[in-house]
């Protein structure tokens, strides 16, 4: 199992930034696919972003060309540069790590994100 250590959240105004980091414990961290998830207050949690350990990323609609995920391998790190915060961006923030063969699915503890004025 992956041990994952979020870091970065706090309260940003309305067109802001803030850089969230993930730091992943163990080996063959460039296996696994991270990913960046959110959940806001009485919904569910959604997908932000994700990124292949070639680099591959994916991102949900809400957030393209406002987030861009980034990885180092060397470093077994992920973040995401969040920039043009909104309100609705408001949410705990998780970091995710996936492997398929085997299946293994790792959380870290969540770091809140709160875009208010």
């Known amino acids: 199992q992956v041990q994952l250590v979020e870091s970065g959240g706090g309260l940003v105004q309305p067109g802001g930034s803030l850089r969230l980091s993930c730091a992943a414990s163990?080996?063959?961290?460039?296996?696994?696919?991270m990913g960046w998830y959110r959940q806001a207050p009485g919904k569910q949690r959604e997908l932000v972003a994700t990124?292949?350990?070639?680099?591959?990323?994916n991102y949900a609609d809400s957030v393209k060309g406002r987030f861009t995920i980034s990885r180092d391998n060397a470093k077994n790190t992920v973040h995401v540069q969040m920039n043009g915060l909104k309100p609705e961006d408001t949410a705990v923030y998780y970091c995710?790590?996936?492997?398929?063969?085997?299946?293994?699915?790792?959380w870290g503890q969540g770091t809140q994100v709160t875009v208010s004025s």
């Open positions: 995710n790590a996936r492997r398929y063969v085997p299946f293994m699915d790792s």
């Open positions: 163990g080996s063959r961290f460039s296996m696994y696919v």
């Open positions: 990124i292949g350990g070639s680099g591959l990323t």
